[in-house]
């Protein structure tokens, strides 16, 4: 279990909010993280405001500080960052709730954090796809397409349909 913790880095659907601190929360990730890298990763994921009332022994979580779901998607997002050692990250749907502006700025973070490293990312957004090295298209739990955003957009199939929706 420890192999696979340091291989992956995960920001799942559903993030768990535990009730303890922030620092608490932030240091599941990276447990030897200083308090200036937990700072520093939290403004990267645009929730530097976190850190006012308490900061990062503010509490969390039930009888704490209620997380909106585009705060609850950053901390995870925040979670995987700090776990910057793994070379695998598996983001499920990293941007929901998440307004346009806020979306971006995530996606560009994302893309400069996921240069070195394997990634898999589902979503239904198609937002951000156009530097992954291969995208598949699902249906029914079989792939109908795959190829890089290009390849999709020539073939003139289901994706290139869903980007023509945009």
Same mark, same amino acid.
């Given at each position: 279990?420890?192999?696979?913790r340091?291989?992956?880095?995960?920001?799942?659907?559903?993030?768990?909010?535990?009730?303890?601190?922030?620092? @608490?929360n932030?240091?599941?990730?990276?447990? %030897?993280?200083? @308090?200036?890298h937990?700072? *520093?990763?939290?403004?990267?994921?645009?929730?530097?405001?976190?850190?006012?009332?308490?900061?990062?022994?503010?509490?969390?979580?039930?009888?704490?500080?209620?997380?909106?779901?585009? %705060?609850? +998607?950053?901390?995870?997002?925040? +979670?995987?960052?700090?776990?910057?050692d793994?070379?695998?990250?598996?983001?499920?749907?990293?941007?929901?709730?998440?307004?346009a502006?806020?979306?971006?700025?995530?996606?560009?973070?994302l893309?400069?954090?996921? +240069?070195?490293?394997?990634?898999?990312?589902?979503?239904?957004?198609?937002?951000?796809? *156009?530097?992954?090295?291969?995208?598949i298209?699902?249906?029914?739990?079989?792939?109908?397409e795959?190829?890089?955003?290009?390849?999709?957009?020539?073939? !003139?199939?289901?994706?290139?349909?869903?980007? !023509?929706?945009?």
């Open positions: 279990e420890a192999t696979l340091q291989a992956m880095s995960v920001v799942p659907q559903r993030v768990h909010l535990f009730s303890a601190t922030l620092r @608490d932030l240091l599941l990730a990276a447990p %030897e993280a200083d @308090d200036a937990l700072s *520093a990763t939290l403004e990267k994921v645009g929730l530097e405001k976190l850190l006012q009332d308490g900061g990062l022994n503010g509490w969390l979580g039930e009888g704490g500080r209620q997380l909106s779901g585009g %705060e609850l +998607r950053r901390l995870a997002i925040a +979670r995987a960052l700090l776990h910057d793994a070379p695998l990250m598996l983001l499920d749907e990293p941007t929901e709730g998440l307004d502006a806020t979306e971006s700025q995530i996606l560009h973070l893309a400069d954090v996921m +240069r070195d490293k394997t990634v898999l990312m589902v979503t239904h957004r198609l937002r951000g796809l *156009a530097g992954f090295n291969q995208i298209v699902m249906d029914n739990g079989k792939i109908i795959q190829g890089s955003h290009a390849e999709l957009l020539t073939k !003139q199939g289901r994706y290139y349909q869903f980007k !023509q929706r945009l």
